[in-house]
């Protein structure tokens, strides 16, 4: 699928993207008294909104960007335009590093890399024009003289699907599909290289949205266009894209060509993406499995692999000797317990609610226990922490990050960052 | 008893009276929905889906007015007319339909419940999410002091709040957008109503949440036996759960049937072009979008109204308005005159060109 040896049109390394989330004059400083000298310490809340995040993407084609809300899809889409500047890390667009070139330089290139928002409806001026609003970009970069930017302006009314007549309206008279197309029409007037789309369709009726893809795989092949599609719906992104990559709070958890990540999903994450998603299908009703949780907040990410506090294969610690089957009950019991779901009235039935007999280790017999007891004398917080320090902050997956690695060396172009796909002779998160 | 529909609707009419003209927004559908099942009621954003919803609870604001039809809920006439005998534009309401207050303390809430897409929009901010689940069950179910308290943070639990005896005290703003839904979904079961109305709940949630909420829907189902009136555009939402499916175009039911007829063996062609533009997460490839976009209700196209857009549209159906009639052995039905019970001129009648609409212009105006 890609000449990966060839050169990138974008290449993005070690990009991070950190907020500060304290608000005020003194809103990132704390009280610490610690004997000697001043009693307070900068320490600013930072939402981790892009982590170490590496890809690239080659010319001529759509990558695909997937994640829950929250995941930090939409302020990468941002660091990548500099609409954003980074908080470290490299964005090399062609040659030139985005990250490092001066205001003008970055206002020069800017040309080359456009964006479509989601909403057609509010990046369109309701006081202009739609022949004002297309040709705007063109007067700001200095192309063509007046009468050359009408022309210009028609032809992309006509490439992008809408009639060169509608030169002459406001954006108010036209639908959601056919503002999304002015949107396009306006972003591709100045002959850009690299579109980024970020959700262009999921404010579109169905009809309308197979329509705009369509529209989009038509003009990616007449301008030679280079896409990073962004969305939350695997369905449009199997459809657009050549490559995808998965993003889970931050950071990019697997990345692949299209066909083999949505037919032979490796990580965790993906594979519960792809599962959870219904399928306009009622003969295969029932087969969707679902991913429990809510996706924790990137100001605190978990430890190790940030997917563990939802992994469904999150692996058992070395330390204890459990088969898989108690392996699931420990960490339902722990989970039930975390959110408290269940009435703890004696020890006898909270046992027999989650094991079946006594867990073939002792020790974690004796966590259990002890945690049985906490939950039953109403100490549902000393429970959690229990449970969390001996079963969960043990597993190899609390203990270190994956890095994105290729888990098979016959297909290169697949990366994936977890511990149960770490390469061949190497110790999970052990040295690249 | 239990053999009546749950809910009856009959011929309902809903219009809008705006300065540009009339707006028939909702016009003249029938469907039921029996008890336990879900029904599906499908359509693109302006098929009248929402407003069907809102008429069914009598919430239809002004210049909106149900015009004609008859609606029953559990024997209860929601909305129903005598014959215009006074002459006066408006239809004369009949003895027995039930009066505001009585809609107000009896219907709403109480055996028919709401939840919309938009959950933080549902919630009041400047309101503890345990003090509004509080205030719904007080007014419904009649209970006081500490066993509310005790009811709510019961129901809470079973709808997935962690630590809900905590959460009990939070705002809605410290909810997560699925943690939101989910309190909805609390307080429509807090009532324990005959029928909830879900008008597209999961649209605004990502996909995992939606599974999660789907997911407890389902359980709640089984455990309540409750009926679902489940409005949606997202066909993958419709063959997961839908028992039966309405699909709706342009103020009307244009096909109803089981859904698993539905999907595989569609009637009319609006329901089959939708069905070939999803794009699916099982495969890639062309999407077949379907052209142009839906006319405004104000001014809908003559005949068939779906013509204009309508692959195997003929001469005859620019004439001819079809009714939603049974069209196959099975509970199928559909409003489009290929089918033979029609009788209508449809074989002989010349083919309209395809060619007349363009493919990616929706030039609606």
């Known amino acids: 699928m890609s000449e990966s040896e060839s050169d990138p049109l974008v290449r993005i390394s070690g990009l991070s993207k950190h907020f500060d989330n304290s608000s005020g004059l003194f809103g990132g400083y704390e009280f610490s008294p610690n004997g000697l000298g001043f009693p307070f310490e900068y320490d600013p809340d930072l939402v981790r909104a892009i982590d170490d995040v590496s890809f690239q993407i080659e010319r001529g084609e759509t990558l695909g960007l997937v994640g829950e809300s929250g995941c930090g899809k939409s302020t990468l889409a941002r660091v990548v335009l500099q609409l954003l500047r980074p908080t470290k890390g490299d964005i090399y667009f062609g040659d030139d590093n985005l990250a490092e070139l001066s205001d003008e330089a970055l206002r020069q290139r800017r040309k080359d890399i456009q964006i479509i928002f989601q909403d057609p409806q509010s990046s369109l001026d309701p006081r202009m024009k739609v022949g004002a609003i297309i040709e705007e970009p063109m007067e700001a970069h200095g192309m063509y003289d007046a009468a050359g930017r009408e022309q210009r302006t028609r032809d992309l009314l006509d490439s992008v699907g809408l009639e060169p007549q509608y030169y002459d309206r406001y954006p108010h008279e036209f639908s959601g599909g056919q503002r999304q197309r002015i949107n396009l029409a306006r972003a591709l007037s100045v002959d850009p290289e690299f579109v980024v789309l970020d959700e262009p369709t999921s404010a579109l009726d169905v009809s309308i949205q197979a329509q705009i893809l369509n529209t989009l795989d038509d003009l990616q092949d007449e301008f030679d266009l280079t896409y990073l599609f962004i969305s939350h719906d695997l369905s449009v992104i199997r459809h657009i894209s050549d490559r995808v990559a998965v993003m889970y709070l931050g950071e990019i958890v697997e990345i692949g060509d299209v066909e083999v990540l949505f037919e032979d999903p490796k990580h965790p994450y993906t594979r519960a993406l792809l599962s959870s998603i219904p399928v306009p299908d009622p003969r295969s009703r029932g087969q969707r499995s679902v991913l429990k949780g809510d996706v924790p907040s990137p100001i605190n990410p978990p430890s190790g692999c940030r997917f563990r506090t939802r992994c469904p294969s999150l692996i058992a610690p070395g330390a204890h000797d459990l088969s898989e089957d108690e392996w699931t009950r420990v960490r339902a019991f722990t989970r039930a317990v975390d959110r408290r779901s269940f009435d703890a009235e004696d020890i006898d039935t909270v046992y027999e609610r989650f094991f079946h007999g006594p867990l073939s280790d002792s020790t974690c017999n004796d966590i259990v226990d002890e945690a049985i007891d906490l939950v039953v004398a109403g100490r549902w917080e000393a429970a959690t922490e229990l449970l969390d320090r001996q079963f969960a902050e043990e597993s190899p997956c609390a203990q270190t990050a994956p890095l994105l690695e290729t888990p098979d060396t016959d297909d290169t172009d697949r990366k994936v960052a977890c511990h149960l796909h770490s390469p061949p002779n190497q110790d999970p998160g052990g040295e690249m | ?365």
């Open chain 2, 1 to 365: 008893m239990s053999d009546t529909p749950l809910l009856k609707v009959e011929n309902l009419k809903t219009q809008f009276f705006t300065d540009a003209g009339t707006v028939r927004a909702v016009d003249g559908i029938s469907f039921t929905v029996e008890r336990g099942e879900t029904l599906g009621l499908v359509g693109e954003s302006g098929a009248g889906k929402s407003v069907a919803v809102q008429s069914i609870l009598r919430l239809v604001d002004s210049p909106g007015r149900i015009v004609d039809g008859e609606i029953t809920f559990d024997g209860k006439t929601i909305v129903g007319f005598d014959e215009d005998t006074d002459g006066t534009e408006r239809p004369v309401e009949r003895d027995g339909m039930l009066s505001n207050s009585e809609m107000r303390s009896q219907i709403r809430g109480n055996e028919i419940a709401l939840i919309f897409q938009d959950p933080m929009e549902s919630l009041n901010p400047v309101f503890t999410v345990g003090q509004q689940l509080c205030e719904f069950i007080e007014i419904n179910r009649g209970l006081s002091g500490k066993a509310v308290r005790e009811r709510a943070i019961e129901i809470l639990r079973e709808v997935g709040i962690p630590q809900p005896d905590e959460r009990f005290d939070d705002y809605p703003h410290q909810f997560s957008g699925g943690m939101r839904q989910r309190v909805l979904i609390a307080m429509a079961l807090g009532c324990e109503p005959k029928l909830i109305i879900a008008d597209e709940p999961t649209t605004a949630l990502d996909v995992t949440v939606e599974g999660q909420i789907l997911d407890l829907v389902y359980d709640l189902q089984e455990d309540y036996d409750t009926s679902f009136l489940w409005v949606t555009h997202d066909m993958g939402i419709v063959a997961e759960i839908c028992d039966r499916v309405n699909v709706m175009y342009l103020g009307e039911i244009i096909e109803r049937a089981g859904v698993d007829d539905l999907f595989y063996d569609p009637q009319h062609p609006y329901t089959q072009a939708l069905l070939n533009s999803i794009p699916r997460p099982n495969q890639a490839g062309e999407l077949q979008p379907l052209k142009g976009s839906m006319p405004e209700a104000i001014d809908p196209p003559s005949g068939c109204r779906f013509h204009d857009r309508c692959p195997d549209a003929r001469e005859a159906c620019t004439r001819t308005h079809p009714d939603l009639r049974r069209v196959t052995d099975d509970e199928q039905w559909a409003a489009c005159i290929k089918h033979e019970t029609f009788e209508t001129d449809y074989e002989t009648s010349r083919r309209l060109s395809p060619e007349g609409i363009s493919v990616a212009g929706e030039n609606s105006e």
